[in-house]
């Protein structure tokens, strides 16, 4: 089953600060994230593995509560380059499974 | 690094003819690729994951003999929609997995249009 992200979209002043859910109903192992422009391939984030790890890149920080199955994605001032939809990618078991991708989010940034 | 090329990027056909794509992984070996298609603001959804050297294992309501998987080496992965029908234009993307965490690396896509 498809995981669930929301808002399904959001608009930003540039520097403003957004939060990204992706719940599952599934247990889970991983969750990435990545971030496709519009007519581009998906960009990827950065990955969490089960144990409640956050993660840092840059302003994009991420956090994962494997026992609500649950990810966050904290973009921190965010820039015009930001803009784009985000996607999780959530992984149930195994180092060999699929990605199963969430709804999306689209984030737009403005001056 | 993970650099995987995807050819090609824009492709216009007639209805009943097929069309092959290319995914590439070039800076590494890709035991794994997968494909997915996505339409318009929606989310990718995986077709197939595409395994070197063995048949490729396709999700449930994909016809394996109209979306047909060749991964016949390391780098290379090929999708051919057969008798292609107006309902299959879609952005197709492809990717490949690299390391122990499963980190998947995206092609650029490939839009399908079939008149």
């Known amino acids: 089953q498809q995981p669930v992200q929301s808002p399904q979209a959001v608009i930003l002043r540039e520097g403003e600060d957004a939060v990204i859910n992706c719940s599952s109903s599934?247990?889970?192992?991983?969750v990435h994230w990545y971030r496709q422009k519009h007519g581009e391939a998906p960009v990827f984030l950065m990955i969490?593995?089960?144990?409640?790890e956050q993660k840092g890149h840059d302003k994009i920080s991420a956090s994962f509560n494997e026992k609500k199955q649950q990810s966050s994605l904290y973009l921190t001032a965010s820039q015009l380059s930001y803009s784009g939809t985000y996607f999780c990618?959530?992984?149930?078991?195994?180092?060999?499974?699929?990605?199963?991708f969430g709804t999306g989010t689209r984030l737009q940034v403005t001056l | 690094g993970a650099v995987v090329s995807q050819h090609p990027s824009w492709v216009i056909c007639k209805s009943g003819t097929s069309v092959k794509i290319e995914c590439r992984s070039l800076d590494f070996q890709a035991t794994t690729m997968f494909w997915y298609r996505q339409f318009p603001k929606q989310s990718l959804m995986l077709m197939a994951t595409?395994?070197?050297?063995?048949?490729?294992?396709?999700e449930q309501g994909v016809e394996k003999d109209k979306f047909l998987i060749n991964h016949a080496s390391l780098t290379l992965s090929t999708l051919t929609v057969t008798s292609a029908h107006p309902e299959d234009s879609s952005f197709y993307i492809c990717?490949?997995?690299?390391?122990?965490?499963?980190?998947?690396?995206f092609g650029a896509g490939t839009r399908l249009s079939v008149l």
């Open positions: 599934k247990a889970l192992y991983s």
């Open positions: 990618g959530t992984e149930m078991g195994g180092t060999a499974s699929k990605l199963t």
């Open positions: 990717s490949a997995r690299t390391g122990g965490k499963n980190i998947q690396y």
């Open positions: 969490l593995l089960k144990g409640g």
């Open positions: 595409s395994n070197e050297g063995s048949k490729a294992t396709y």
